[in-house]
């Protein structure tokens, strides 16, 4: 097989989001699936010349997606329950693998897709559906398949995660953090699905199914919203050492499958507690790993299509596998791993924390810091104490901005050369990662 | 296919707890892979009469197993490399599917084994070789297939983070927390890979060659230890905001990639700072997805097995698929699928956080808490304020114990009731989540 075909049903921002990373991940994507994904048929309303320049067949009816016979992976990306099923539906008795991100339609009609899909010999996919581009379905359903899945509790809706975490960082009231939401397009104008819990309960219902082995009861998830919270009670919580979080529940007692979806108090220390803003998490306790916890994205355009996309790479892994080996174990067919340039050290660029024990003179930080803007360094932060009990040295913390460890290496020889400095500098590398909370 | 056959070299740690789990999660792990896997030989220098009762083949020499025709995948549990090393190659050349979580075995000699594994047609599997039970190696391949991974960041030591997390909670020297964690069995007896971070450069190495599809290039990673840092450092660091972790840090850049294993100073704020003790978590930064995080424990014979286990059912469901199909839809074939029970709220057990308007008057709290002591409910903890500028209503807050939802609305009936009580309670669940640091 020499190519893997796709057709995608609505460009919003989860269709568009696909179409964007198919086309800037192509390469990469070839090198991972054995095959290229080409998309070959989309579905809009909107005139999009650019696609058909590039040979896409643009329709306004999904029907015609449906119906073509060149597509084998069509992804549904149009949202709600209606026409949702109905593409869904149309394209599995159509014979073609389908991928959605769609948690209402999976959670509410999952168990009558799963056995049509069974019974015509295709896939229906849904890693997109829980938690955007973390990896929770791959987690649960083979990460972890060795386990017997006690519980798992998630922070599984973004919106409502960033209410709580201004109303409490800011004191802010639900109605005027949420009227913000909106305005920042977290949150739709219709924000019930969102604050009263139903797009957890959703979410939900889908990982229980699967941690658990059984059907999606979407009906049986109890659900209590955030509206109600005020930020008294997150005060008070957070005064008794606690955060609120609009948290989804679900546990395999002896007496039953607990499923609900409420705010809750978290102990601070727990990871899950310090999950703020717009992203997800989700622990989940297996008899024999013990607790794991997956973060990050829950939705955006992108975050999801990594998702979509990781979904229809599987199938084209699958479609174009040869001995049943559909995974490479570097990712990349052997063929594609290239051996790429190691930076030096020299050249590795971070900030620092240096450590120097000094004389306590005067004068010893302007040395200090000449010598280091000499190599382009500045002092980001300082500690410097007063001499305790008459001692002759004192400590000198200082952070840097971010240096390459050659100019570092000299500053450092240098400052070590000074007479006002009396012991080796100690020094150890600072990393922002910037990113995990933008 | 009626069942997938198992051999394990080596009944230490890993090996045992590899028996330990396919034996104890027998059914489910059926249900999951289509089939039974089923141990039919193992090797190991001690007598095993329990396990030849149950029909396993016990060796004293690995090449037993390996020459076992009735082996269809072969499990390496040894250890080093040498022997190890032997074990694979031979298993592979006799067409085996392997499993191993020798991480040392992977980063240094992969490269040549994966070639070999390729040439007989056949999968060598090592999830568990990263970060023990968490399963990083799956999203870094399968779940963010989709993404250019511009760099990643592990805890991946759990022995090196749990040394410095008690130097920096407890304000004590390296050798001493050493000591302890050989003591306690998280370090060996020679320390020398955990500490100086020859085992987070292996795991490093595995990741960044999965990461951004290169070969394993363990001979390009800078190593630094932790045995230099001094509790005083660890405590600058935090009055800057700071925590030090052992990191490993693999990016991309437009230079070369940068492998890299050191003490690294990292915010306070960010979730990697806030990792603690023996456990392990992966941060990895995908273009289109964003910063996305895993978490869990990083060794352990049971945590370890998992990941061996879910590599081994990885296997299992492609030897016994047909069409394609690897993974069925809620994890376990349709026919396994069981309806459970679900626990009726009232039933559900948890803390609570209740939030009281009261009457300015004494004797409030006696009479909340013999309400509550009546449905079996104790209060862990309280808040109560003077009334403040002449108010004449106070709010008492109050974190009970676990109990049942209906003893709660019992209780909370009757508190409402109550004369000194002004206003409907507020009430939210608690949870603990015990485990996530256990
Ligand atoms: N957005 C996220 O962050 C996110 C995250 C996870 C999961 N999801 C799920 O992904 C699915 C899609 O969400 P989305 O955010 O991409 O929605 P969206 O932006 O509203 O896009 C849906 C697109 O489908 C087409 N469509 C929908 N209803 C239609 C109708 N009645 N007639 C004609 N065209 C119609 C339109 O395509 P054209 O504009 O091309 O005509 C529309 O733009 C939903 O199931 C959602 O729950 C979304
Ligand atoms: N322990 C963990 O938490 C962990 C976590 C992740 C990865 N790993 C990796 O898993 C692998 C196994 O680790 P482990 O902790 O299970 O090691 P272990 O407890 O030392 O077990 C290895 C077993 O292999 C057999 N063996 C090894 N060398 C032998 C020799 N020279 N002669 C005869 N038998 C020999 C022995 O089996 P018998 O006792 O049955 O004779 C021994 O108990 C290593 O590659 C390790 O890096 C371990």
Redesign the pocket.
């Known amino acids: 097989m020499n190519e893997v075909t796709i057709g995608i ?9 696909v179409l964007e990373v198919l086309s800037r991940n192509a390469d990469l994507i070839t090198e991972r699936s054995h095959t290229p994904l080409r998309v070959v048929h ?5 005139e999009r010349k650019d696609l058909e320049a590039g040979g896409i067949t643009v329709s306004r009816d ?1 029907r015609d997606v449906i119906a073509d016979p060149g597509v084998q992976i069509l992804i ?5 329950t ?3 099923g109905d593409i869904v539906r149309a394209a599995i008795r159509a014979g073609k693998q389908v991928v ?6 999976i959670a509410e009609q999952g168990n009558e897709l799963f056995a049509l899909a069974a019974e015509h010999g295709v896939s229906l996919r849904f890693e ?2 829980v938690a ?1 581009g973390i990896p929770v379905i791959k987690a649960l359903r083979e990460g972890l398949a060795a386990n017997r899945i006690e519980w798992l509790a998630g922070i599984i809706n973004g919106t409502g995660n960033f209410i709580l975490s201004e109303m409490r960082d800011r004191k802010r009231q639900f109605a005027d953090v949420l009227a913000e939401a909106q305005a920042l397009g977290y949150a739709e104008a219709d924000p019930t699905f969102d604050i009263e819990g139903i ?1 957890a309960a959703h979410k939900l219902t889908i990982m229980a199914a699967i941690a658990f082995g059984m059907p999606l009861r979407f009906d049986a998830v109890y659900t209590e919203g955030i509206s109600t919270l005020t930020p008294e009670d997150l005060a008070y919580a957070d005064e008794l050492g606690y955060c609120i979080k609009h948290l989804g529940m679900a546990r395999q007692g002896e007496q039953g499958v607990e499923l609900r979806v409420h705010p809750t108090l978290l102990p601070m220390d727990l990871l899950l507690a310090n999950v703020n803003g717009v992203k997800n998490a989700i622990l989940v306790e297996g008899d024999a790993v013990g607790p794991t916890l997956y973060y990050g994205a ?4 992108s ?2 299509a990594s ?1 979509v996309v990781a979904d229809s790479i599987d199938l084209a892994r699958q479609l174009s596998a040869n001995q049943g080996c559909t995974v490479p174990p570097l990712g990349v067919t052997p063929a594609a791993v290239r051996d790429l340039p190691i930076l030096p050290m020299g050249e590795v660029k971070t900030a620092w924390y240096l450590r120097l024990t000094a004389k306590d003179e005067p004068g010893v930080m302007s040395q200090v810091s000449s010598i280091l803007g000499a190599q382009g360094i500045s002092i980001e932060a300082l500690i410097q104490k007063a001499a305790k009990g008459g001692a002759k040295q004192v400590p000198v913390v200082v952070i840097t901005n971010i240096a390459s460890q050659s100019n570092l290496d000299r500053a450092v020889a240098s400052i070590e050369a000074l007479d006002v400095i009396v012991a080796p500098v100690t020094r150890i590398r600072v990393e922002t990662l910037d990113g995990q909370d933008g």
Do not use: I
């Not at 829950?298 to 355009?301: E, I, P, S, W």
């Open positions: 049903c609505g460009l919003g921002t989860v269709g568009g989001g989309v579905s809009t309303r909107y999904y549904e990306a149009y949202g709600g209606d026409h949702a959605t991100a769609n948690k209402a339609l997109a559906a955007g797009d829950g939705a955006g355009g975050a999801t998702a």
